[in-house]
Protein backbone atom coordinates (compact mmCIF):
# COMPACT_ATOMS: atom_id res chain seq x y z
CA UNK A 1 0.00 0.00 0.00
CA UNK A 2 1.68 3.20 -0.86
CA UNK A 3 1.45 6.09 1.80
CA UNK A 4 0.35 9.41 0.51
CA UNK A 5 2.90 12.08 0.70
CA UNK A 6 0.59 14.65 2.24
CA UNK A 7 -0.64 13.56 5.47
CA UNK A 8 2.23 12.67 8.56
CA UNK A 9 2.31 9.11 9.68
CA UNK A 10 -0.01 6.61 8.82
CA UNK A 11 -2.69 7.37 6.18
CA UNK A 12 -5.23 4.13 7.29
CA UNK A 13 -5.84 6.34 10.64
CA UNK A 14 -3.76 9.06 10.87
CA UNK A 15 -2.84 8.40 14.63
CA UNK A 16 0.83 8.74 14.29
CA UNK A 17 1.09 11.55 12.27
CA UNK A 18 -1.28 13.52 14.98
CA UNK A 19 0.67 12.15 18.27
CA UNK A 20 3.70 13.22 16.07
CA UNK A 21 2.52 17.14 14.91
CA UNK A 22 1.27 17.42 19.18
CA UNK A 23 5.27 16.57 20.26
CA UNK A 24 6.05 19.32 18.36
CA UNK A 25 3.30 21.85 18.96
CA UNK A 26 1.94 21.90 15.67
CA UNK A 27 -1.28 21.78 14.29
CA UNK A 28 -3.25 18.86 13.29
CA UNK A 29 -3.79 17.88 9.51
CA UNK A 30 -6.04 15.74 7.34
CA UNK A 31 -7.25 12.80 9.13
CA UNK A 32 -6.73 14.44 12.90
CA UNK A 33 -7.83 17.45 11.78
CA UNK A 34 -10.90 16.21 10.95
CA UNK A 35 -10.78 14.49 14.08
CA UNK A 36 -10.48 17.32 16.64
CA UNK A 37 -13.14 19.00 14.89
CA UNK A 38 -15.68 16.29 15.32
CA UNK A 39 -14.22 15.99 18.97
CA UNK A 40 -14.88 20.04 19.43
CA UNK A 41 -18.49 19.30 17.85
CA UNK A 42 -19.03 16.81 20.72
CA UNK A 43 -17.72 19.05 23.74
CA UNK A 44 -20.02 21.59 21.90
CA UNK A 45 -23.15 19.46 22.50
CA UNK A 46 -22.23 17.55 25.93
CA UNK A 47 -19.61 19.45 27.53
CA UNK A 48 -16.27 17.79 28.61
CA UNK A 49 -18.18 15.95 30.96
CA UNK A 50 -20.30 14.54 28.30
CA UNK A 51 -16.77 13.45 26.27
CA UNK A 52 -15.05 12.43 29.46
CA UNK A 53 -18.32 9.81 30.07
CA UNK A 54 -18.04 8.72 26.21
CA UNK A 55 -14.43 7.83 26.66
CA UNK A 56 -14.86 5.89 30.00
CA UNK A 57 -17.59 4.21 28.20
CA UNK A 58 -15.73 2.92 25.21
CA UNK A 59 -12.76 2.02 26.80
CA UNK A 60 -15.50 -0.22 29.11
CA UNK A 61 -16.84 -1.54 26.06
CA UNK A 62 -13.61 -2.42 24.58
CA UNK A 63 -12.40 -4.32 27.64
CA UNK A 64 -15.45 -6.41 28.13
CA UNK A 65 -15.13 -7.67 24.51
CA UNK A 66 -11.37 -8.22 25.32
CA UNK A 67 -12.64 -10.20 28.62
CA UNK A 68 -14.88 -11.79 26.27
CA UNK A 69 -12.04 -13.30 23.98
CA UNK A 70 -10.04 -13.94 27.23
CA UNK A 71 -12.53 -16.35 28.92
CA UNK A 72 -13.11 -18.23 25.21
CA UNK A 73 -9.45 -19.13 24.75
CA UNK A 74 -9.08 -19.96 28.41
CA UNK A 75 -11.88 -22.49 28.13
CA UNK A 76 -10.76 -23.76 24.75
CA UNK A 77 -7.25 -24.27 26.30
CA UNK A 78 -5.22 -22.19 23.86
CA UNK A 79 -2.75 -20.52 26.47
CA UNK A 80 -0.78 -19.04 23.84
CA UNK A 81 -3.78 -16.16 22.47
CA UNK A 82 -5.07 -16.32 26.24
CA UNK A 83 -1.86 -14.89 26.87
CA UNK A 84 -1.88 -12.03 24.67
CA UNK A 85 -5.47 -11.32 25.28
CA UNK A 86 -4.71 -10.86 29.06
CA UNK A 87 -2.20 -8.23 28.36
CA UNK A 88 -4.43 -6.35 26.45
CA UNK A 89 -7.00 -6.78 28.92
CA UNK A 90 -5.13 -5.96 31.80
CA UNK A 91 -4.32 -2.34 29.16
CA UNK A 92 -7.35 -1.63 28.57
CA UNK A 93 -9.12 -2.18 31.74
CA UNK A 94 -6.53 0.19 33.25
CA UNK A 95 -7.28 2.88 30.91
CA UNK A 96 -10.88 2.15 31.82
CA UNK A 97 -10.22 2.68 35.19
CA UNK A 98 -8.37 5.85 34.91
CA UNK A 99 -11.56 6.78 32.64
CA UNK A 100 -14.54 6.10 35.20
CA UNK A 101 -12.13 7.73 37.94
CA UNK A 102 -12.20 11.01 35.84
CA UNK A 103 -15.80 10.70 35.26
CA UNK A 104 -16.74 10.28 38.94
CA UNK A 105 -14.31 12.96 40.06
CA UNK A 106 -16.23 15.10 37.60
CA UNK A 107 -19.50 14.29 38.93
CA UNK A 108 -18.17 14.92 42.20
CA UNK A 109 -17.32 18.03 41.98
CA UNK A 110 -20.10 19.52 40.64
CA UNK A 111 -21.46 22.24 43.66
CA UNK A 112 -25.54 21.70 44.04
CA UNK A 113 -25.19 23.92 47.01
CA UNK A 114 -27.06 26.67 45.99
CA UNK A 115 -30.00 24.50 44.15
CA UNK A 116 -30.03 22.35 47.79
CA UNK A 117 -30.26 26.07 49.65
CA UNK A 118 -32.96 27.30 47.22
CA UNK A 119 -35.18 24.30 48.08
CA UNK A 120 -35.02 24.51 51.37
CA UNK A 121 -35.63 28.42 51.61
CA UNK A 122 -38.69 27.45 49.31
CA UNK A 123 -40.04 24.83 51.49
CA UNK A 124 -38.87 26.30 54.64
CA UNK A 125 -39.90 30.33 53.81
CA UNK A 126 -40.56 31.00 57.16
CA UNK A 127 -36.93 30.21 58.63
CA UNK A 128 -36.21 33.47 59.78
CA UNK A 129 -39.69 33.96 61.70
CA UNK A 130 -40.54 32.91 64.81
CA UNK A 131 -43.21 29.96 64.87
CA UNK A 132 -45.10 31.33 67.96
CA UNK A 133 -42.38 30.94 70.58
CA UNK A 134 -39.04 32.33 71.00
CA UNK A 135 -36.96 30.37 68.48
CA UNK A 136 -37.61 30.19 65.00
CA UNK A 137 -37.49 26.67 63.07
CA UNK A 138 -33.86 27.48 61.54
CA UNK A 139 -32.39 26.87 65.37
Do not use: C, F
Given at each position: ??????????????????????????????????????????????????????????????????????????????????????????????????????????????????????????YRSDADKPQGAKNGT??
Open positions: MERNKELPGNPIHGGRGAIKRISQGKELVGLGAEAQSQVQARVADHGIDGELRRNAERWQAATDLYYNALMAALQSGDVERATGLLAKWGWGTNSAIRAWTAVKQTEKTKDYTGKIIDSLSNNN
